[in-house]
């Protein structure tokens, strides 16, 4: 039987926390293969800002028009977040030169989902509407989700996008990766292939690590000494080089510690260690409680006796 949102709410209203036990461990998802994943390196030095990539994304997933044209460059003038609509934008970062690129005064960034190794929205999502597939595209199925918003309050990255405009049946909506686009297995980005400068290369992350550790030992002048994804919040499938710091380019700076491992390693604490003395106070209260009603019973049993001499 096909389990849809409201099968789901009807039939397992109030049993979130055995569900939640259900969905696997998002660390344990994450190191095993990762470098056979499929991945992007963006190489910020490259990016034109043209938008192809946005129309290549817009078109590839059947998303709405936006208001303005992608050939207008006047929407780069203030920074935008992916929405529900648009799954990956385009900003333009002003500045002063930097020691390693002196002739840029302005840089173009792509963004998207990160699609992480270790992603948190999997790790936070109850019912396993988000999971992660064999070749590390993180992917969502609108069937079984219940709408609780989880993921986007725990993406680090702050991606997710919810469809607060579709009161019936709305969707948390985000990149995929552009798995099983065209009929194709896997991964297969609209965007990098769309990308006129190979700002955006697609591969595996091995091999993508191991391109972006060249251009910047054969170029110093050019790159920063950093591969913006290759750590931070313990890894993720699209990674950046970049010719300035990446703070400076609305790249969030992260731990490496991916965040579902810290939270997960809380929730299995509690679980284990806190379980069997919640099960006591539960049952010492209900003893309580029943002893309570006893004595209440007892108490109005003999006001009714004395009443009745």
């Not at 389990?3 to 994450?30: E, I, K, M, P, Q």
């Not at 194709?184 to 595996?204: D, L, Q, S």
């Not at 931070?232 to 499938?237: K, Y």
Request: overall charge neutral; glycine content about 8%.
């Amino acid at each position: 039987m096909k389990l849809d949102r409201r099968t789901f709410v009807a039939a397992a209203a109030g049993s979130t926390t055995g569900l939640r036990v259900g969905t696997g461990n998002a660390a344990d998802l994450a190191t095993q293969g990762a470098s056979k994943h499929a991945a992007c390196l963006v190489d910020t030095t490259l990016c034109i800002g043209c938008r192809q990539c946005e129309f290549a994304c817009n078109r590839a997933n059947s998303l709405p028009q936006p208001s303005r044209p992608f050939h207008d460059r006047t929407v780069l003038r203030h920074e935008r977040r992916p929405t529900a609509d648009a799954f990956t934008v385009v900003n333009e970062y002003l500045g002063n030169p930097s020691p390693v690129q002196p002739d840029h005064k302005t840089t173009t960034v792509k963004v998207q989902c990160m699609h992480c190794l270790k992603p948190a929205c999997i790790s936070a999502c109850i019912v396993g509407a988000l999971t992660k597939t064999d070749d590390g595209a993180v992917v969502y199925n609108p069937d079984i989700c219940i709408g609780c918003r989880y993921c986007m309050i725990a993406c680090p990255f702050e991606i997710p996008a919810y469809e607060y405009d579709h009161p019936v049946l709305p969707r948390v909506r985000k990149c995929e990766f552009c798995v099983g686009r065209e009929g194709v297995a896997g991964a297969n980005p609209a965007c990098a292939a769309a990308c006129p400068t190979e700002a955006i290369v697609f591969g595996t992350r091995a091999q993508l690590l191991e391109l972006a550790r060249s251009r910047i030992e054969q170029r110093p002048d050019r790159y920063v000494n950093h591969i913006y994804g290759e750590n931070e919040a313990g890894g993720t499938s699209w990674m950046y080089l970049t010719g300035r710091p990446p703070e400076e380019l609305g790249l969030t700076p992260m731990p490496d510690v991916a965040a579902a491992e810290t939270t997960e390693a809380i929730q299995h604490g509690i679980f284990r260690f806190g379980a069997l003395p919640i099960a006591l106070y539960g049952l010492f209260g209900g003893l309580m409680w029943r002893s309570h009603r006893k004595s209440r019973i007892a108490s109005e049993d003999i006001d009714d006796e004395g009443g009745a001499a």
